[in-house]
């Protein structure tokens, strides 16, 4: 009958028609059996109706082509309009969900499910990248309604999510704390990139977490009294510090801070050192042993020993921090000490050393 129906002389040719009503009945069909069931569902029982209704609708088209073949083949050609299956998809996506304007009734689920997910509760991941990728299939494998109708959203949600979170942490939180919350929530995020979202979708979805609990909160975090960077060089918290270069580094600026506030702390240890060289030199006697300007410059080697290893170790060996360290010492180490450079104790220091054998010689 179709074909009896396409091959006509006009005005018997009613292909046109055919294609017409096509369009019509799938778009009721949606309309007055497929919203309606959705609309009846909430939460996770929405996105299950949501994927049992894709998955029909898709079989349903897949029937309907073989039944109007004919007009798929010649008319659609001939006529330059969409396929019947193009025609068949783009009903569903603009009318149930993955498209701008549509009712968006399944983004607000998806986002509400991610959400119970980060505040502790369990969900189907399974069904969630299910009813994920089928941005993708709507789009026939472009991720144009992923990125545009799925994504952005998500990240605004997520957004949302971590500065609300961050704003109750840093004022709760030491910052050991912190970062532990941070390098467990960035974990998450991206266990959940691998369960259920596209794998693009991860630098942009960590970038936009570290934004909120890291990039706006970086000085406060790095300047927390008897917990911050300053707190943390002073009580030698090896494992915390790595882990503050472990986050920082991932971020713009991040390790300047930091090792701004490294090469401060250990130019300041400098300066007691040279301080307590300058207030020993008066009462310096003959039978005192060593010099205190000799103690001093063993004093300048033992605290360069100390921050390499941190250098070497807590901050990967990073130039930035090998340039902090060298900065650090010529701040204290330009400063004279009972009168002497430090040129001149370093040389001194080293004739007395091998005046001694080479005892104390320094490998």
Known sequence: TIYNMCTQKAPHDYSQELYDKYTEAVEDYILTIVLPSLKKKHDEF????????CQSHKLMVKWLLKFFHYLDKFFIKRAEVPALNEVGLSCFRNLVGFSSSSMRFDEVCILYQIDQEREGEKIDRGLL??????YIEMG????????NDFEEAMLRDS????????????????????????EECLKKEKERVS??????????????????VLVTYTNQLLEKEDSGCRAL????????LTRMYSLFHKIPKGIELVAEIFKQHIAAEGMVAVQQAADAAPNKTESSGGSPEQDFVQKAFE?????MVYVKGCFADNTIFHKALKEAFEVFCNKSVAGSSTAELLASYCDNTLKKGGNEQRH
């Open 140 to 147: 026939k494998g472009k991720m144009d309604y992923y990125v």
């Open 195 to 212: 369960h259920y979202l596209h794998a693009d979708s991860e630098t942009k979805l960590l970038e936009k977490v570290q934004n909120q």
């Open 159 to 182: 957004a949302c999510h971590y500065s609300r979170k961050a704003s109750t942490w840093i004022v709760e939180d030491t910052c050991p704390e912190y970062m532990l919350k941070v």
């Open 46 to 53: 929405l996105l299950k109706e949501l994927e049992k209704r």
């Open 233 to 240: 060089l002073k009580d030698e918290k090896v494992e915390d």
């Open 303 to 307: 605290i360069h020993d100390k921050y």
């Open 129 to 134: 990248k299910t009813v994920i990728n089928l």
